[in-house]
Protein backbone atom coordinates (compact mmCIF):
# COMPACT_ATOMS: atom_id res chain seq x y z
CA UNK A 1 0.00 0.00 0.00
CA UNK A 2 2.62 2.46 0.42
CA UNK A 3 4.49 1.74 -2.59
CA UNK A 4 0.97 2.92 -3.91
CA UNK A 5 0.71 5.60 -2.60
CA UNK A 6 5.11 6.29 -3.22
CA UNK A 7 4.31 5.43 -6.84
CA UNK A 8 0.98 6.13 -7.98
CA UNK A 9 0.12 9.11 -5.66
CA UNK A 10 -0.10 12.41 -7.02
CA UNK A 11 2.35 13.73 -4.39
CA UNK A 12 0.93 17.20 -3.26
CA UNK A 13 -2.39 15.58 -2.82
CA UNK A 14 -0.92 13.12 -0.63
CA UNK A 15 0.75 15.29 1.63
CA UNK A 16 -2.48 16.70 1.78
CA UNK A 17 -3.73 13.87 3.12
CA UNK A 18 -1.05 13.35 5.32
CA UNK A 19 -0.98 16.51 7.00
CA UNK A 20 -5.56 17.22 7.33
CA UNK A 21 -6.65 13.93 7.58
CA UNK A 22 -3.41 11.76 9.13
CA UNK A 23 -1.79 13.83 11.44
CA UNK A 24 -4.95 16.12 12.08
CA UNK A 25 -7.53 13.41 12.04
CA UNK A 26 -5.56 11.47 14.73
CA UNK A 27 -5.20 15.13 17.03
CA UNK A 28 -9.01 15.60 16.47
CA UNK A 29 -9.48 11.99 17.96
CA UNK A 30 -6.97 12.80 20.97
CA UNK A 31 -8.50 15.66 21.58
CA UNK A 32 -11.50 14.08 22.04
CA UNK A 33 -10.31 11.30 24.22
CA UNK A 34 -8.67 14.47 26.57
CA UNK A 35 -12.48 15.98 26.55
CA UNK A 36 -13.93 12.76 27.15
CA UNK A 37 -12.18 12.36 30.57
CA UNK A 38 -13.06 15.66 31.37
CA UNK A 39 -16.62 14.87 30.90
CA UNK A 40 -17.18 16.88 27.75
CA UNK A 41 -18.33 15.55 24.46
CA UNK A 42 -17.84 16.77 20.93
CA UNK A 43 -17.69 14.30 18.25
CA UNK A 44 -13.95 14.54 16.35
CA UNK A 45 -16.08 12.62 12.56
CA UNK A 46 -19.00 15.20 11.41
CA UNK A 47 -20.93 13.48 8.83
CA UNK A 48 -23.21 16.27 6.70
CA UNK A 49 -25.91 16.13 4.33
CA UNK A 50 -25.58 19.05 2.53
CA UNK A 51 -28.61 18.27 0.22
CA UNK A 52 -31.53 16.03 0.06
CA UNK A 53 -31.72 15.81 -3.74
CA UNK A 54 -30.57 12.75 -5.74
CA UNK A 55 -30.72 11.91 -9.74
CA UNK A 56 -30.92 7.96 -8.21
CA UNK A 57 -34.11 5.98 -6.32
CA UNK A 58 -31.90 3.89 -4.58
CA UNK A 59 -33.47 0.73 -2.58
CA UNK A 60 -33.91 1.70 1.05
CA UNK A 61 -32.90 5.35 0.67
CA UNK A 62 -34.46 6.46 4.15
CA UNK A 63 -32.88 10.40 2.92
CA UNK A 64 -36.43 12.39 1.21
CA UNK A 65 -34.57 12.90 -2.08
CA UNK A 66 -37.55 13.68 -4.22
CA UNK A 67 -38.72 16.17 -1.45
CA UNK A 68 -38.42 19.68 -1.73
CA UNK A 69 -34.81 20.69 -1.84
CA UNK A 70 -33.44 21.67 1.03
CA UNK A 71 -29.27 22.37 1.11
CA UNK A 72 -27.02 24.04 3.49
CA UNK A 73 -26.22 27.30 2.65
CA UNK A 74 -22.61 28.21 2.21
CA UNK A 75 -22.59 30.55 5.37
CA UNK A 76 -24.13 27.93 8.23
CA UNK A 77 -21.71 25.41 6.44
CA UNK A 78 -18.64 27.62 6.93
CA UNK A 79 -20.04 28.84 10.64
CA UNK A 80 -20.09 24.87 11.12
CA UNK A 81 -17.07 24.24 9.92
CA UNK A 82 -15.20 26.79 11.33
CA UNK A 83 -16.30 26.27 15.05
CA UNK A 84 -15.60 22.44 14.92
CA UNK A 85 -12.25 23.87 13.79
CA UNK A 86 -12.17 25.35 17.02
CA UNK A 87 -12.65 22.35 18.74
CA UNK A 88 -9.75 20.65 16.93
CA UNK A 89 -12.22 18.81 14.19
CA UNK A 90 -10.18 18.62 10.77
CA UNK A 91 -12.23 15.85 8.44
CA UNK A 92 -15.72 16.15 7.77
CA UNK A 93 -17.98 13.21 5.72
CA UNK A 94 -20.22 14.91 3.08
CA UNK A 95 -23.15 13.30 2.30
CA UNK A 96 -26.80 13.70 0.57
CA UNK A 97 -28.68 12.88 -1.30
CA UNK A 98 -25.79 13.48 -4.20
CA UNK A 99 -23.43 16.07 -2.80
CA UNK A 100 -22.58 17.14 -6.06
CA UNK A 101 -25.72 18.63 -6.65
CA UNK A 102 -25.13 21.00 -4.38
CA UNK A 103 -24.31 24.29 -6.63
CA UNK A 104 -21.64 25.73 -3.58
CA UNK A 105 -19.90 22.54 -2.84
CA UNK A 106 -16.57 23.77 -4.67
CA UNK A 107 -17.45 27.32 -2.80
CA UNK A 108 -17.34 25.11 0.70
CA UNK A 109 -13.96 22.69 -0.01
CA UNK A 110 -12.50 25.51 -0.99
CA UNK A 111 -13.04 27.46 1.72
CA UNK A 112 -11.29 25.76 4.11
CA UNK A 113 -7.88 24.13 3.14
CA UNK A 114 -6.90 23.22 6.24
CA UNK A 115 -9.36 20.15 6.32
CA UNK A 116 -10.08 16.92 4.95
CA UNK A 117 -13.27 15.92 3.14
CA UNK A 118 -14.97 12.71 2.07
CA UNK A 119 -17.66 12.90 -0.07
CA UNK A 120 -20.16 9.98 -0.53
CA UNK A 121 -21.31 10.25 -4.39
CA UNK A 122 -22.51 8.28 -6.79
CA UNK A 123 -20.39 9.69 -9.17
CA UNK A 124 -22.33 10.54 -11.97
CA UNK A 125 -21.91 14.22 -11.89
CA UNK A 126 -17.89 13.74 -11.70
CA UNK A 127 -17.09 15.22 -15.01
CA UNK A 128 -12.96 15.16 -16.04
CA UNK A 129 -13.50 19.26 -15.83
CA UNK A 130 -15.07 18.63 -12.12
CA UNK A 131 -12.39 16.05 -11.24
CA UNK A 132 -9.68 18.59 -12.48
CA UNK A 133 -10.86 20.90 -9.82
CA UNK A 134 -11.06 18.50 -7.36
CA UNK A 135 -7.57 18.38 -7.69
CA UNK A 136 -6.88 21.72 -7.73
CA UNK A 137 -8.25 22.20 -4.26
CA UNK A 138 -6.38 19.18 -3.30
CA UNK A 139 -8.35 18.44 0.42
CA UNK A 140 -11.05 16.07 -1.18
CA UNK A 141 -11.17 12.34 -1.85
CA UNK A 142 -14.51 10.87 -3.61
CA UNK A 143 -15.95 7.80 -1.81
CA UNK A 144 -18.17 6.07 -5.23
CA UNK A 145 -20.60 4.08 -4.53
CA UNK A 146 -21.13 0.63 -6.92
CA UNK A 147 -23.99 -1.27 -5.93
CA UNK A 148 -23.52 -3.78 -8.77
CA UNK A 149 -22.88 -4.78 -12.42
CA UNK A 150 -25.26 -3.25 -15.54
CA UNK A 151 -28.47 -5.03 -14.15
CA UNK A 152 -27.90 -5.10 -10.20
CA UNK A 153 -27.30 -1.31 -10.20
CA UNK A 154 -30.25 -0.26 -12.09
CA UNK A 155 -32.45 -2.50 -9.88
CA UNK A 156 -30.90 -1.39 -6.64
CA UNK A 157 -30.32 2.50 -7.86
CA UNK A 158 -33.94 2.57 -9.57
CA UNK A 159 -32.28 4.57 -12.84
CA UNK A 160 -31.06 2.76 -16.28
CA UNK A 161 -27.80 3.14 -17.24
CA UNK A 162 -26.16 3.72 -13.53
CA UNK A 163 -22.98 1.13 -13.54
CA UNK A 164 -21.63 2.87 -17.09
CA UNK A 165 -22.33 6.57 -15.46
CA UNK A 166 -20.77 5.85 -12.89
CA UNK A 167 -18.00 3.88 -13.74
CA UNK A 168 -17.05 7.07 -16.09
CA UNK A 169 -17.31 9.65 -13.10
CA UNK A 170 -14.93 7.23 -11.34
CA UNK A 171 -12.27 6.98 -14.66
CA UNK A 172 -12.21 11.09 -14.42
CA UNK A 173 -11.64 10.85 -10.74
CA UNK A 174 -8.86 8.22 -11.03
CA UNK A 175 -7.47 9.93 -14.61
CA UNK A 176 -6.87 13.13 -12.23
CA UNK A 177 -5.00 11.24 -9.73
CA UNK A 178 -7.60 11.65 -7.05
CA UNK A 179 -7.41 9.37 -3.88
CA UNK A 180 -10.48 7.62 -4.45
CA UNK A 181 -12.68 5.11 -2.97
CA UNK A 182 -15.53 2.81 -4.06
CA UNK A 183 -17.86 1.58 -1.13
CA UNK A 184 -20.73 -0.78 -1.62
CA UNK A 185 -23.66 -1.32 1.01
CA UNK A 186 -23.75 -5.09 0.88
CA UNK A 187 -26.96 -6.64 0.42
CA UNK A 188 -28.33 -9.65 -1.50
CA UNK A 189 -28.26 -8.72 -4.78
CA UNK A 190 -24.56 -7.61 -4.50
CA UNK A 191 -22.82 -9.83 -2.18
CA UNK A 192 -21.80 -12.21 -4.36
CA UNK A 193 -20.59 -10.07 -6.89
CA UNK A 194 -18.43 -7.51 -5.47
CA UNK A 195 -17.31 -8.91 -1.61
CA UNK A 196 -14.75 -11.31 -3.62
CA UNK A 197 -10.67 -10.74 -4.35
CA UNK A 198 -11.52 -10.34 -7.85
CA UNK A 199 -13.38 -7.16 -7.28
CA UNK A 200 -10.47 -6.02 -5.29
CA UNK A 201 -8.05 -6.70 -8.03
CA UNK A 202 -10.21 -4.75 -10.19
CA UNK A 203 -10.38 -1.46 -8.53
CA UNK A 204 -6.81 -2.00 -7.55
CA UNK A 205 -5.72 -1.98 -11.48
CA UNK A 206 -7.74 1.32 -11.98
CA UNK A 207 -5.61 2.92 -9.67
CA UNK A 208 -8.93 3.27 -6.45
CA UNK A 209 -6.93 3.33 -3.32
CA UNK A 210 -10.01 2.13 -0.71
CA UNK A 211 -12.32 0.39 -0.65
CA UNK A 212 -16.05 0.51 2.34
CA UNK A 213 -18.20 -2.45 2.45
CA UNK A 214 -21.01 -1.41 4.44
CA UNK A 215 -24.01 -3.71 5.59
CA UNK A 216 -27.41 -2.56 4.57
CA UNK A 217 -29.44 -1.43 7.00
CA UNK A 218 -33.24 -2.31 6.13
CA UNK A 219 -35.00 0.66 7.22
CA UNK A 220 -36.47 4.11 5.79
CA UNK A 221 -40.03 4.39 3.96
CA UNK A 222 -39.67 0.85 1.64
CA UNK A 223 -36.93 -0.81 3.86
CA UNK A 224 -36.49 -3.90 1.47
CA UNK A 225 -35.93 -6.18 4.05
CA UNK A 226 -35.28 -9.44 1.72
CA UNK A 227 -32.30 -7.07 0.85
CA UNK A 228 -30.68 -7.93 4.21
CA UNK A 229 -27.33 -9.54 4.84
CA UNK A 230 -28.28 -12.94 7.34
CA UNK A 231 -26.08 -13.27 10.47
CA UNK A 232 -23.63 -15.59 8.71
CA UNK A 233 -23.50 -13.49 5.77
CA UNK A 234 -22.38 -9.92 8.01
CA UNK A 235 -19.53 -12.53 9.75
CA UNK A 236 -18.09 -13.64 6.32
CA UNK A 237 -18.24 -9.92 5.38
CA UNK A 238 -15.78 -9.71 8.48
CA UNK A 239 -13.91 -12.09 7.82
CA UNK A 240 -13.10 -11.44 4.28
CA UNK A 241 -11.86 -7.42 5.01
CA UNK A 242 -9.61 -9.08 7.90
CA UNK A 243 -8.23 -11.30 5.75
CA UNK A 244 -7.61 -8.99 2.15
CA UNK A 245 -6.39 -5.88 4.99
CA UNK A 246 -3.52 -8.09 5.52
CA UNK A 247 -3.27 -9.44 1.50
CA UNK A 248 -3.83 -6.87 -0.83
CA UNK A 249 -2.47 -3.38 -1.52
CA UNK A 250 -5.80 -1.37 -0.79
CA UNK A 251 -7.01 0.26 1.88
CA UNK A 252 -10.36 -1.46 3.75
CA UNK A 253 -12.54 1.03 5.46
CA UNK A 254 -15.32 -0.46 8.35
CA UNK A 255 -16.71 2.16 11.25
CA UNK A 256 -17.92 -1.07 13.30
CA UNK A 257 -14.91 -3.17 14.57
CA UNK A 258 -12.06 -2.75 17.26
CA UNK A 259 -8.69 -3.99 16.13
CA UNK A 260 -9.31 -6.98 18.46
CA UNK A 261 -12.92 -7.73 16.40
CA UNK A 262 -15.25 -6.08 19.16
CA UNK A 263 -18.41 -4.34 17.51
CA UNK A 264 -18.94 -0.58 17.97
CA UNK A 265 -21.26 1.88 16.91
CA UNK A 266 -19.24 4.83 15.78
CA UNK A 267 -22.50 6.48 17.61
CA UNK A 268 -22.86 5.23 20.62
CA UNK A 269 -19.34 6.00 21.17
CA UNK A 270 -19.07 9.77 20.53
CA UNK A 271 -16.68 9.13 17.02
CA UNK A 272 -19.29 10.14 14.93
CA UNK A 273 -23.10 12.08 14.41
CA UNK A 274 -24.99 13.24 10.91
CA UNK A 275 -26.42 16.69 10.28
CA UNK A 276 -29.35 16.46 7.82
CA UNK A 277 -29.95 18.63 5.22
CA UNK A 278 -32.38 20.52 7.30
CA UNK A 279 -29.64 21.21 9.95
CA UNK A 280 -31.03 18.97 12.31
CA UNK A 281 -28.40 17.28 14.44
CA UNK A 282 -29.42 13.01 14.52
CA UNK A 283 -27.27 10.73 16.40
CA UNK A 284 -26.62 8.71 13.07
CA UNK A 285 -28.10 9.01 9.12
CA UNK A 286 -30.40 6.21 10.22
CA UNK A 287 -31.83 7.69 13.39
CA UNK A 288 -33.87 10.69 11.84
CA UNK A 289 -35.01 12.18 15.15
CA UNK A 290 -33.25 15.14 16.57
CA UNK A 291 -33.77 18.18 19.54
CA UNK A 292 -30.79 20.06 18.51
CA UNK A 293 -29.94 22.08 14.97
CA UNK A 294 -26.72 23.67 13.80
CA UNK A 295 -28.95 26.62 13.19
CA UNK A 296 -29.54 27.09 16.76
CA UNK A 297 -28.30 30.45 18.17
CA UNK A 298 -24.93 29.13 19.94
CA UNK A 299 -21.93 27.90 19.43
CA UNK A 300 -21.88 24.20 18.12
CA UNK A 301 -19.57 22.96 20.62
CA UNK A 302 -22.26 24.00 23.09
CA UNK A 303 -24.89 22.35 21.52
CA UNK A 304 -23.64 19.27 21.74
CA UNK A 305 -22.08 19.74 24.97
CA UNK A 306 -25.59 20.31 26.33
CA UNK A 307 -27.75 18.08 24.17
CA UNK A 308 -29.40 15.45 26.72
CA UNK A 309 -30.56 13.56 23.62
CA UNK A 310 -27.76 12.86 22.54
CA UNK A 311 -26.55 12.24 25.76
CA UNK A 312 -29.30 9.33 26.38
CA UNK A 313 -28.60 7.82 23.09
CA UNK A 314 -25.26 6.98 23.90
CA UNK A 315 -25.89 5.54 27.20
CA UNK A 316 -29.19 3.76 26.07
CA UNK A 317 -27.57 2.47 22.85
CA UNK A 318 -24.48 1.72 24.92
CA UNK A 319 -26.06 -0.35 27.42
CA UNK A 320 -28.57 -2.30 24.85
CA UNK A 321 -25.78 -3.77 22.73
CA UNK A 322 -22.46 -3.28 20.93
CA UNK A 323 -24.47 -3.10 18.15
CA UNK A 324 -27.00 -1.10 16.45
CA UNK A 325 -29.69 -0.06 18.49
CA UNK A 326 -32.19 0.67 15.15
CA UNK A 327 -32.06 -2.87 14.03
CA UNK A 328 -31.89 -4.93 17.88
CA UNK A 329 -33.66 -2.54 19.76
CA UNK A 330 -35.90 -0.04 17.92
CA UNK A 331 -38.45 -0.47 20.93
CA UNK A 332 -35.62 1.43 22.95
CA UNK A 333 -35.13 3.69 20.21
CA UNK A 334 -38.98 4.64 19.99
CA UNK A 335 -38.89 5.33 24.09
CA UNK A 336 -35.64 7.22 23.96
CA UNK A 337 -37.48 9.60 21.16
CA UNK A 338 -41.01 10.05 23.03
CA UNK A 339 -38.50 10.60 26.73
CA UNK A 340 -36.89 13.64 25.36
CA UNK A 341 -40.15 14.45 22.75
CA UNK A 342 -37.20 14.28 20.09
CA UNK A 343 -38.91 15.68 16.56
CA UNK A 344 -39.21 13.45 13.40
CA UNK A 345 -36.42 14.88 11.21
CA UNK A 346 -37.41 13.74 8.48
CA UNK A 347 -39.71 15.59 5.46
CA UNK A 348 -42.02 12.90 5.10
CA UNK A 349 -42.44 12.57 8.66
CA UNK A 350 -43.07 8.77 8.66
CA UNK A 351 -39.83 8.04 11.21
CA UNK A 352 -41.98 7.33 13.82
CA UNK A 353 -43.94 5.23 12.24
CA UNK A 354 -41.48 3.58 10.58
CA UNK A 355 -39.76 2.88 14.03
CA UNK A 356 -42.89 0.94 15.55
CA UNK A 357 -43.01 -0.94 12.69
CA UNK A 358 -39.64 -2.64 12.14
CA UNK A 359 -38.83 -5.72 14.37
CA UNK A 360 -35.39 -6.97 16.02
CA UNK A 361 -32.78 -7.96 13.62
CA UNK A 362 -29.48 -8.96 13.89
CA UNK A 363 -26.29 -6.58 13.26
CA UNK A 364 -22.38 -6.31 13.70
CA UNK A 365 -22.51 -7.92 17.29
CA UNK A 366 -22.40 -11.59 17.94
CA UNK A 367 -20.84 -12.26 20.86
CA UNK A 368 -18.16 -15.35 20.46
CA UNK A 369 -17.12 -14.54 16.89
CA UNK A 370 -14.82 -12.08 17.23
CA UNK A 371 -12.43 -11.78 14.32
CA UNK A 372 -9.27 -9.44 15.65
CA UNK A 373 -7.21 -8.03 12.41
CA UNK A 374 -4.59 -10.13 11.28
CA UNK A 375 -2.90 -6.80 9.99
CA UNK A 376 -0.38 -5.47 12.32
CA UNK A 377 -1.18 -1.87 10.82
CA UNK A 378 -4.48 -2.27 11.24
CA UNK A 379 -4.39 -3.61 14.67
CA UNK A 380 -2.28 -0.63 15.96
CA UNK A 381 -4.00 2.48 13.97
CA UNK A 382 -7.39 0.54 15.88
CA UNK A 383 -5.51 0.66 19.44
CA UNK A 384 -5.01 4.46 19.28
CA UNK A 385 -7.56 5.88 17.04
CA UNK A 386 -10.53 4.39 16.28
CA UNK A 387 -12.15 1.59 19.58
CA UNK A 388 -14.88 2.53 21.86
CA UNK A 389 -13.05 4.43 24.32
CA UNK A 390 -14.30 2.54 27.31
CA UNK A 391 -17.99 3.18 26.17
CA UNK A 392 -19.13 0.17 26.78
CA UNK A 393 -17.57 -0.25 30.22
CA UNK A 394 -18.62 3.04 31.54
CA UNK A 395 -22.53 2.02 30.06
CA UNK A 396 -22.02 -0.49 32.46
CA UNK A 397 -22.27 1.33 35.19
CA UNK A 398 -24.85 4.18 33.75
CA UNK A 399 -22.06 6.74 33.12
CA UNK A 400 -21.42 6.40 29.41
CA UNK A 401 -23.68 9.45 28.08
CA UNK A 402 -21.51 11.93 30.21
CA UNK A 403 -18.40 11.13 27.90
S1 LIG B 1 -27.02 3.27 15.41
FE1 LIG B 1 -26.62 1.63 13.94
S2 LIG B 1 -26.50 2.62 11.92
FE2 LIG B 1 -26.29 4.21 13.51
S3 LIG B 1 -24.09 4.42 13.80
FE3 LIG B 1 -24.82 2.96 15.32
S4 LIG B 1 -24.53 0.96 14.38
FE4 LIG B 1 -24.44 2.49 12.75
Redesign the pocket.
Known sequence: MAKRALFEMDKRLLWKFLINMGYRGVRSVQKHKARMKKGEYFPPFLYISIINSCNLRCQGCWVDVAHEESKIEVEAMNKLINEAKEVGNSFFGILGGEPFMHPELFEILESHPDCYFQIFTNGQFITDEVAKRLRAVGNVTPLISVEGSEIVSDERRGRKGVYSKTMRGLEAALDNKLITGVCTSLCQSNYEELLNEAWLDKLIEMGVMYAWFHVY?PVGPVMHAELALTPDQQLQARRFVVEMRAKKPIAIVDA?YDGNGEAL????TGMSHHINPWGDIE?????QFAKESIHDDRHIRETFAQSEFLKDFRQT?AEATR?????ERPDLLKELVDRHGAKDSTARKTAMAELESMESLP??YRPGTEIPEKSLAYRLVKKLWFNDFGTYARAANGSNGNG
Open positions: RYCPAAPCPIVAGCIVLSQ
